[in-house]
């Protein structure tokens, strides 16, 4: 099994926690996305749609990282415990209930956090204008007391007393502004006390890991200018701050 993956990118944070934390065997592809390595020919060969994550089992191709992490769980189930994807009808749609969910609120407003105060000046050329950001942090904000208190409410992990793929979603997505030096859990006890219990779990040695490369974000503008693909790149992004 190859999975192609930059650990920049939160949904290849998910997808590779997993596989690591059930012992799942797998071939790490990097595909260097600050490099632009998406657009090249031999990764266009493996998925016409350029995005990151990308599974290939023998000759089976899968994109999405939250369809990647249900084939895994189901290629696996003799293997993976229950608790991540529980057969009981109830619990399971609780986690399809938050990964539902998650794609349009903490996933959008954190990313486009993320993208504001780590690629916005480099892109346009100028600062973020405050409105812009004010707006952006007023999101993350609603979805992060939503990830509270629909989701977490005073329970251990967002299920319950067991850890699920639902958590693992949630807390890439909530280190991604963290790694732009918004600190997303400022403030916020109940995250906190759950992010540390996520890690526990996981190991702390594999949660570094999989977050070192968001944590040394800071650099990613000067490897985009020393790249050749950043001309490539800068309509893309441009279109997206507009």
């Known amino acids: 099994m190859e999975l192609y993956l930059d650990l920049v990118s939160q949904p290849c944070r998910s997808v590779f926690l997993f596989a690591r ?3 799942i065997p797998f071939q790490f592809k990097r595909v260097e996305l600050a490099a632009g390595q998406q657009y090249s020919e031999d990764f266009g060969k493996v998925s016409v749609i350029r995005k990151v994550p990308v599974m290939k089992d023998g000759s089976f191709v899968l994109t999405e990282s939250v369809a ?3 084939y895994l769980v189901q290629k696996y189930s003799s293997s993976v415990a229950d608790h991540w ?3 009981d009808l109830q619990q399971r749609a609780r986690v399809n209930e938050y990964l539902s969910w998650q794609h349009m609120n903490l996933r959008a ?4 956090v993320f993208l504001l105060r780590a690629m916005f000046p480099l892109i346009m050329g100028s600062e973020v204008p405050k409105d812009k950001m004010d707006a952006a942090v007023e999101d993350l904000t609603q979805s992060l007391d939503l990830l509270e208190e ?3 409410q005073n329970k251990p992990f967002i299920i319950g007393d067991k850890l699920s793929l639902a958590d693992l979603v949630a807390v890439v997505e909530v280190m991604q502004p963290v790694g732009s030096g918004l600190d997303a859990f400022e403030g916020r006890a109940k995250l906190i ?3 540390e219990r996520v890690k526990k779990e996981l190991g702390e040695k594999l949660f570094d890991e999989a977050h070192e ?5 800071s650099s990613l503008p000067q490897a ?3 790249n050749t693909e950043l001309a490539m790149l800068i309509p893309k992004f441009q279109k997206i701050f507009k």
């Open 68 to 70: 990647i992490l249900q």
């Open 150 to 152: 629909k989701f977490l």
């Open 193 to 195: 006390a759950w992010r």
């Open 21 to 23: 934390a059930v012992g």
């Open 213 to 217: 490369s968001i944590m040394a974000v």
């Open 224 to 226: 985009m200018q020393s």
């Open 85 to 87: 994807y529980p057969a």
């Open 109 to 112: 407003h954190g990313s486009k």
